[in-house]
């Protein structure tokens, strides 16, 4: 759930990016013909005391992963990148999760916590799979390398409302510390998203409902996206919610609203976000 910023091992990992998208990717697939499990085993998830461990907010998105798995195999991604490792419970399970039936995907995750970096490392490891893991601020040092190259983003951010001197400190707080209604990350993340997502890209994102997710929906959509909540998830602290972003063909046609919202696009997940029995108009 963590991002990150410590570029000097970037220049390395961005050379071998050129290798991969060149051709010679890494394939999963011999690997995880012996392996039975389609996500990752928590047994086999590397910790540290400042890596943030598979928590509700992790398995909810392996879980909404998992239910649009069907679709996920169709969709034929070639290339797969996680914003915010952690501890590689996430990377590791898509690449469990496609790789028995799926071939030549390349898998990419970043994290602002060098710690992180490497409990991802040794999760993919004892999992048999394979992935690119830089240590860097969400995708710094990597846009104009992977700019409309990425298939699937998947991202549990840092989405809790907290002070904004919390957001980017060292260690495990900047895995939850969200700024101001938890989206200060969030939203820094999302046009860097729209940047490396290719035409036919897909974004998974872990969003709280303190986050106004209605809204963050809405301002999507004026970059063209379309939006459907995947799976909802309630627990004793929070609100989940595992939101599925793609590109939308229709936008250009469709008409704007004076706020400026394309309605086609957004109605059918604001509708979904206002039958939900917590959710609230201001």
Known sequence: MEDG????STQHELNSTQTVLEGKQWSNKQVLRSTPFRTAQIRLVSSHPEVYEPCDDSF??????????????EHQPALCMEVGCGSGY??????????????????????????????????LEAHGVHAEVISTDIASGLQKRLAGLVDVMVVNPPYV?????EVGCAGITSAWA????????????????????????????VILSANNPAQLCAQMSKRGYAARIIL????????????????????????????????????????????????RRE
């Open 90 to 123: 996430v990377i590791t399970s898509l690449a469990l999760i496609l790789g028995q039936e799926a071939n030549g995907i390349y898998y990419f995750a970043t994290d602002i916590n060098p710690h992180a970096v490497r409990a991802t490392h040794e999760t």
């Open 161 to 165: 409302p907290t002070p904004e001197y």
């Open 5 to 8: 910023v410590e570029v000097d």
């Open 60 to 73: 909810a998105l392996v879980d909404a992963l998992l239910s649009d798995r069907t679709n996920l195999l």
């Open 232 to 279: 909802q998830r309630s627990t004793e602290e929070e609100n989940l919610h595992v939101v599925k972003f793609w590109r939308n063909s229709d936008t250009e046609s469709v008409a704007v609203t004076n706020s400026g919202i394309h309605t086609k696009v957004v109605e059918p997940v604001l509708s979904q976000f206002l039958r939900l029995p917590f959710w």
């Open 178 to 205: 969200g700024g101001e209604n938890g989206r200060t990350v969030i939203d820094k993340i999302l046009p860097i998203a729209d940047n490396l997502l290719s035409d036919r890209g897909w974004l998974y994102m």
